[in-house]
Nanobody, 121 residues
Framework: QVQLVESGGGLVQPGGSLRLSCVAS????????MGWYRQAPGKGRELVAL???????NAVDSVKGRFAISRDNAKNTVYLQMNSLKLEDTAVYYC???????????????WGPGTQVTVSS
C-alpha cells in the first residue's frame, strides 16, 4: 500500500511564499513522474507542475517564474516552492505520483489528500 501526504499549506498574504512538501511512503519499488495539481473553489482540478524521475520539469504558464518544483528521490519527496503568491493561487493543492510497488507490477497513479493554500490580505 502506498500513501502520499502533503504538508506546508496555510494562509499567506499576496506576494508571500510557501513551500509544499509531499512524501510517498509504503511499498515503493520505483517512482516515475511526480507533480502538483490544484483545485480552486467551483473549478476543476488543474495541473500546476510536473517533474520526471530524471528531474525534467514542466509547469503551467500561470505559475512559471513564480513556482518551482523539485524532488529528492532518496526521500521519495516532491516539493513546490511558491513565490510571489497571488489571490488566484488560492486552492487545495494535491500531490500526485506514478509509483510501482514491485518490479513485476505496473505503475499506478496515486494522490494525496490535499493541502489548503489561501492567499489573502
Amino acid at each position: 500500500q502506498v500513501q502520499l501526504v502533503e504538508s506546508g499549506g496555510g494562509l499567506v498574504q499576496p506576494g508571500g511564499s510557501l513551500r509544499l512538501s509531499c512524501v510517498a511512503s509504503g511499498s515503493i519499488f520505483g517512482i516515475d513522474d511526480m507533480g502538483w495539481y490544484r483545485q480552486a473553489p467551483g473549478k476543476g482540478r488543474e495541473l500546476v507542475a510536473l517533474i520526471s524521475s530524471g528531474g525534467r520539469t514542466n509547469a503551467v504558464d500561470s505559475v512559471k517564474g513564480r513556482f518551482a518544483i523539485s524532488r529528492d528521490n532518496a526521500k521519495n519527496t516532491v516539493y513546490l516552492q511558491m513565490n510571489s503568491l497571488k489571490l488566484e493561487d488560492t486552492a487545495v493543492y494535491y500531490c500526485n505520483a506514478v509509483i510501482r510497488s514491485s518490479r513485476a507490477e505496473p505503475f499506478y497513479n496515486y494522490w494525496g489528500p490535499g493541502t489548503q493554500v489561501t492567499v489573502s490580505s
